[in-house]
């Protein structure tokens, strides 16, 4: 059911974010995965699906689904190591399609990876799935399904682990400014859903409980992202955008903070793991 690439839990903070396609922790998890990585915290991706069926190429060259699955498996296995991501888990469910998998089976898997891994933060989606992807929805409800049924003792996965209790969850949140920036590079993002277009949604600035400042880590994101060729416009040369350009988009992560167990209140925080304390078990910082 999971391919992975590295190593098992630590006695470091650790961190992991549930997305759903290969290109998800880049484009929207690049800054916040290559910082933490960079700070030494054990980064784990768990993507849902292969990405079968993003294609940005020409529509006659586009390969079946399996192969382009196959692809795009390679390109998230690159793009990790370019964000320094220690533990890659790539799950077989269908692009296009997390909506309809078994909620009670996929939280299982979830709560599977959860008590094995023993996350402090996990990072996932926020409920408009940045612009309203369905798959995007579904991983965030999935996730957090998984990080309340992970800790209650009650809750048997088929491998019978210990329960474990994530210390925050957080959401991505799109600024009005970030969104703005990956329409000037990837043009419009918007899809159409059951007959209605859907476009990014922008949090407001009160909303956003989590400032990242992820501006050492910009070149690592970019590496990050030219590894997904598959999606991305054939006349973007990355590598030739301004240095402003970059920092811009992948300088700064916000998100917000959907549960904490160790934090609170209005005070905005510039780091996940606030009041996590370091080598523990997803405890208070005593
Ligand atoms: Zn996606």
Redesign the pocket.
């Known amino acids: 059911m999971t391919a992975s690439t590295g190593q098992g839990p630590t006695e470091r903070r650790r961190l992991m974010a549930i997305?759903?396609?290969p290109?998800?922790e880049s484009l929207?998890f690049g800054g916040v995965l290559a910082k933490y990585a960079a700070e030494g915290v054990a980064t784990t991706v768990v993507t849902a699906t292969r990405g079968q069926q993003g294609w940005a190429g020409d529509p006659r060259g586009r390969p079946d689904a399996l192969a382009l699955g196959r692809l795009r498996e390679a390109e998230l296995r690159a793009a990790t190591q370019a964000l320094g991501v220690h533990d890659l888990v790539i799950l077989d469910y269908q692009d296009g399609a997390l909506a309809h998998a078994d909620p009670e089976e996929a939280t299982s898997v979830l709560v599977t990876l959860l008590r094995r891994l023993r996350p402090d933060v996990v990072v996932t989606f926020g409920p408009d799935g940045a612009y309203g992807?369905p798959?995007?929805i579904a991983i965030s409800q999935l996730a957090t399904a998984a990080v309340c049924a992970a800790s209650d003792s009650a809750y048997r996965d088929p491998q019978r682990l210990a329960p474990h209790s994530v210390a925050k969850l957080y959401y991505l949140a799109i600024t009005a400014t970030l969104a703005a920036g990956y329409e000037a590079l990837f043009g419009e993002l918007a899809i159409v859903i059951d007959g209605t277009v859907r476009r990014q949604v922008i949090w407001p600035d009160w909303a956003v409980t989590t400032h990242l400042d992820t501006s050492a880590h910009w070149a690592a994101v970019v590496r990050a992202v030219a590894c997904h060729a598959s999606q991305l416009p054939r006349e973007l040369r990355l590598a030739e955008l301004p240095p402003e350009t970059h920092r811009q988009l992948w300088g700064r992560q916000c998100f917000y903070r959907a549960m904490s167990r160790v934090s609170g209140g209005r005070q905005r925080e510039t780091d996940l793991f606030a009041g996590v304390a370091a080598g523990g078990d997803g405890g208070a910082e005593r």
């Open positions: 997305l759903a396609h290109d998800d929207g992807h798959d995007h």
